[in-house]
């Protein structure tokens, strides 16, 4: 039997020996126990009040020891989900390194590939524009040698004049008015006229003859009439008559004899 029952025993056997005792004659409140019982129930009480502070002490013991295995659980429970948290950390942050040095590895690649693609454009521009210049000054060379130099010289300064003109109207945006071509429609009542005797036929006129200039050959050419004057002027220098000219075998050479 628990302490417990133990006690509510002798609880009862108390209360059964007051109820048998024989009240004391001259005051009804008091009792007359034997003294012996009496103290071998005290005994028995005293034993299950030890027995149940026993108990309460293995009780408290046994709660304060599950709740210091209850908290350490608890402590190894929240150190593993840290542990765990911070590998999950670790790892993202390893992950988004390697991804942010991929990215950087792109980006090089394709400033090297942009790098290599504008060398070899300027290369080949550069190539370009030396034909292009060597073929301008073979041009020059060719217009030199014909009987006409100022002549042309003056067509190509003109030609010149109009080009800059034509890019000032074009950097200035100026557009006609889509209303300039609008005409108004006239319509001529025939019958009107015949009726009253009117003839709407008229005389053909003698045309004068339209005099044809004809027009200088236009050389859409863009040079510098610089070179021709330094051309000619050391032409002037020298002298033409001993000096034979070499037959021109370049881009434009190779047409002229």
Not at 147 to 166: C, L, S, W
Not at 220 to 231: A, G, H, T
Request: proline content about 4%; glycine content about 4%.
């Amino acid at each position: 039997m628990s302490a417990q029952d133990n006690m509510e025993k002798v609880l009862r056997e108390l209360h059964v020996l007051l109820s048998k005792s024989n009240p004391y004659e001259r005051d009804s409140n008091y009792l007359v126990v034997n003294k012996k019982e009496m103290l071998d129930v005290l005994k028995q009480l005293a034993v299950c009040m030890s027995e149940v502070m026993d108990e309460y002490e293995l009780t408290k013991q046994g709660r304060e020891q599950a709740q210091r295995e209850n908290r350490k659980i608890g402590e190894e429970i929240i150190n593993d989900a840290r542990a765990k948290a911070e590998d999950v950390y670790a790892a993202s942050v390893m992950y988004t390194d390697e991804a942010l040095r991929r990215i950087l590895d792109i980006m090089d690649e394709a400033n090297e590939s942009v790098k290599a693609v504008y060398d070899s454009m300027g290369e080949k521009l550069a190539n370009e524009r030396k034909l292009v210049s060597g073929d301008k000054l073979e041009l020059k060379s060719l217009l030199q040698d014909l009987k006409d130099t100022d002549k042309y010289m003056g067509i190509i300064e003109e030609r010149n004049k109009k080009i800059a003109k034509e890019k000032k109207w074009k950097g200035e945006g100026t557009e006609p008015s889509p209303y300039a071509a609008v005409k108004p429609e006239i319509k001529i009542n025939r019958d009107y006229f015949e009726q009253q005797g009117i003839s709407l036929e008229e005389p053909e006129e003698e045309q004068p003859e339209e005099k044809t200039e004809k027009a200088a050959p236009e050389i859409s050419v863009n040079l510098d009439s610089e070179y021709f004057k330094w051309k000619e002027q050391e032409g002037k220098e020298g002298n033409p008559e001993d000096e034979k000219q070499p037959e021109k075998k370049g881009f434009f050479g190779k047409f002229m004899k």
